[in-house]
Structures are given as structure tokens and as C-alpha cells.
């Protein structure tokens, strides 16, 4: 057929910090669009191989503060940079563990290449270093999250050619 219908019907997961719509499917690639309460924090994630995921992100409505890290390297700091809509498409490679505050009630779209695999995905917990930046503003994270490793090191902001092109 010329225009197959693909057989995959979106999924929705709800919990206390929003939603996550699992829009397509397969186990080579996914497209998911989550939304955030303002306050929530996501993260920091990151899928170990051999289920490595890039991720393609896009804030679609209000804003975040998005922080990403190599936990392999213990010099490397935790990047963070504020994204909304005007912002585009970012690419976060799969070595980053990668994560994100909501300013703003948020919707935020994301394409991953390479499978969701729940039993390889690292949770890293950042929480102290970010609600400090924050000037003492609690956090709403996931019991997952609550129970990430701790990853100690300090927050940077990223210069803006970082964001775009060293996160690959
Ligand atoms: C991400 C994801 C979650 N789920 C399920 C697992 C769980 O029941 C529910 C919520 O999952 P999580 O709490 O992991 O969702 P969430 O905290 O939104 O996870 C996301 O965080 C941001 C920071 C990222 O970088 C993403 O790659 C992803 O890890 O949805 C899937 O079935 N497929 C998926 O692809």
C-alpha cells in the first residue's frame, strides 16, 4: 500500500508531575511529548549500552531549565541552559544524562533514537544542587527520581554554541 497505516495507538502515563504520551513506537525509535507542572523536575536520565538513546528535545509551550552531564567524566560539570519555544529542536547525545525543571506548566516533545528500555536506564540526583540554584524552590520529582545516585558535582551555565554543538 502506498500510505500504510502504521499499527501503533498512542499511550498515556499520568502520575503527580504531569504526563507522558508515548505518541510512536518502535524499538529502533520513539516520539513521546510529556507535560509538566511548573515546579516538577525530570530527570537526570540516561539509557547505558547497548541501549544507548539519543534524544532530540523541544520545549512546545512555557519554559525550562535544562541540565545535562557525562557522568563518565568526573570533570565534567552539570551544563544547564534555559530553552522555550523559540529555542527549536536540541540534541542531546546519549552519553549525557539528561534532565529538566519546569519554569512554567511545560509541554515538551522529544524523539529518541534507539528503544525505551526501563532496566538500563540510570537515574542521577541532583536535586540539592538545583533547588540551590533556585534560591530554596522545592522540587516535585518522581519516587524514581527521589532515588537517583547522587551525582555531586557543580552546575555551569552553558554558553550557547555549547548547548547546540558539544552536546553531541
Ligand atoms: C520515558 C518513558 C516512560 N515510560 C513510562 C515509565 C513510567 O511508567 C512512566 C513515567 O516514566 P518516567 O518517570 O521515566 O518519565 P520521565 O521522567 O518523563 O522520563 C524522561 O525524563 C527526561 C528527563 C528524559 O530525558 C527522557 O528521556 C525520559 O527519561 O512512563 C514509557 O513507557 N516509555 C518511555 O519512553
Not at 510512536?24 to 536520565?45: I, M, N, P, Q, W
Not at 528535545?57 to 531549565?65: D, H, K, L, Y
Not at 536540541?90 to 544524562?97: E, L, M, P
Amino acid at each position: 500500500m502506498l500510505f500504510p497505516r502504521l499499527e501503533t495507538a498512542p499511550i498515556t502515563l499520568g502520575d503527580d508531575r504531569g504526563k507522558v504520551e508515548i505518541l510512536y513506537e518502535t524499538d529502533r525509535v520513539v516520539l513521546k511529548r510529556s507535560s509538566s507542572s511548573a515546579g516538577v523536575f525530570r530527570g537526570l536520565h540516561r539509557q547505558i549500552a547497548p541501549h544507548l538513546q539519543d534524544k532530540i528535545i523541544r520545549v512546545i509551550s512555557g519554559r525550562i531549565i535544562d541540565f545535562v552531564t557525562n557522568p563518565d567524566d568526573p570533570e565534567d560539570p552539570i551544563w544547564h541552559s534555559e530553552i522555550g519555544p523559540e529555542d527549536g529542536w536540541v540534541h542531546i547525545a546519549a552519553k549525557y544524562a539528561h534532565g529538566f525543571y519546569a519554569l512554567e506548566d511545560v509541554v515538551f516533545e522529544y524523539f529518541c533514537e534507539g528503544g525505551y528500555m526501563e532496566s538500563a536506564e540510570e537515574s542521577w540526583y541532583i536535586a540539592p544542587q538545583v533547588t540551590e540554584m533556585l534560591g530554596g524552590r522545592p522540587l516535585l520529582l518522581s519516587d524514581k527520581d527521589q532515588h537517583g545516585t547522587p551525582l555531586p558535582r557543580p552546575l555551569k551555565q552553558a554558553p550557547d554554541h555549547v548547548r547546540r554543538k558539544d552536546a553531541e
